[in-house]
């Protein structure tokens, strides 16, 4: 059975750096064929794609938030973490981590999905 | 980047209706359209990828169907346990998701 799970901090002030971790288990991210990716959705609105990482260490980030990313995997602790600094208000979201069966980003979908984790930017 | 338009916003029907649920993109996106529900309070489900191809486990009420520009999500017959928020995601460019549709049971 494939889980996901996030966790992090729930609040965090402006400016200040997020670092969410993603542990899985049921697939070890070191195959091509696979990668995980993170997706937010601030509250009552839409899904926003963030970044993903492949098991072979490729990397892909929303062009929209490139400059303040950065994903990575420790296969051997079945993690990936995500880094966003210079938190802003407006980033308020549910943070989900999920597996992608591929690695190619144009066939990329999403399944399955951790139960997210709401973080909250504010003084 | 590619602009994606689901409509309706929302919408409300009876047990036993056929619904549909359309994603547009601003440019032709071939076959890279995938569909998922999400029910309140739960994360998002994958239910069609690569625009028509039914994930296993997900009731055969469920199709989808489109390729370029338009798609549509379609129950046939819908069940009480179908309520939520319906995504569109395409993959052609990047990520993109819908503004999602949300659907209620009369």
């Known amino acids: 059975q494939i889980t996901l799970k996030e966790s992090g901090p729930t609040l965090v002030r402006p400016t200040e750096t997020l670092t969410l971790t993603c542990a899985f288990s049921?697939?070890?991210?070191?195959?091509?064929?696979?990668?995980v990716g993170w997706i937010r959705q601030p509250p009552g609105k839409a899904l926003e794609w963030v970044a993903l990482?492949?098991?072979?260490?490729?990397?892909r980030y929303s062009p929209s938030l490139r400059n303040r990313l950065s994903i990575i995997k420790d296969s051997s602790k079945n993690q990936v973490v995500l880094t966003m600094t210079n938190m802003d208000p407006e980033d308020t979201a549910a943070y989900f981590c999920?597996?992608?069966?591929?690695?190619?980003?144009?066939?990329?979908?999403?399944?399955?999905w951790g139960q997210g984790t709401l973080v909250t930017v504010s003084s | 980047d590619i602009q994606m338009t689901q409509s309706p916003p929302s919408l409300s029907a009876s047990v036993g209706d056929r619904v549909t649920i359309s994603c547009r993109t601003s440019q032709s996106i071939s076959n890279f359209l995938n569909w998922y529900q999400q029910r309140s309070g739960s994360a998002p489900r994958l239910l069609i990828s690569?625009?028509?191809s039914l994930q296993s486990g997900v009731p055969s009420r469920f199709s989808g169907s489109g390729s370029g520009t338009d798609f549509t999500l379609t129950i046939s017959s819908l069940q009480a346990e179908d309520s939520g928020i319906y995504f569109c995601?395409?993959?052609?460019?990047?990520?993109?998701f819908g503004q999602g549709t949300r659907l209620d049971i009369k």
């Open positions: 690569a625009a028509s």
């Open positions: 999920a597996l992608t069966p591929t690695d190619i980003l144009s066939s990329t979908w999403f399944d399955p």
């Open positions: 995601q395409q993959s052609y460019s990047f990520l993109t």
């Open positions: 990482i492949y098991g072979n260490n490729d990397k």
């Open positions: 049921g697939f070890s991210l070191s195959s091509n064929a696979e990668g």
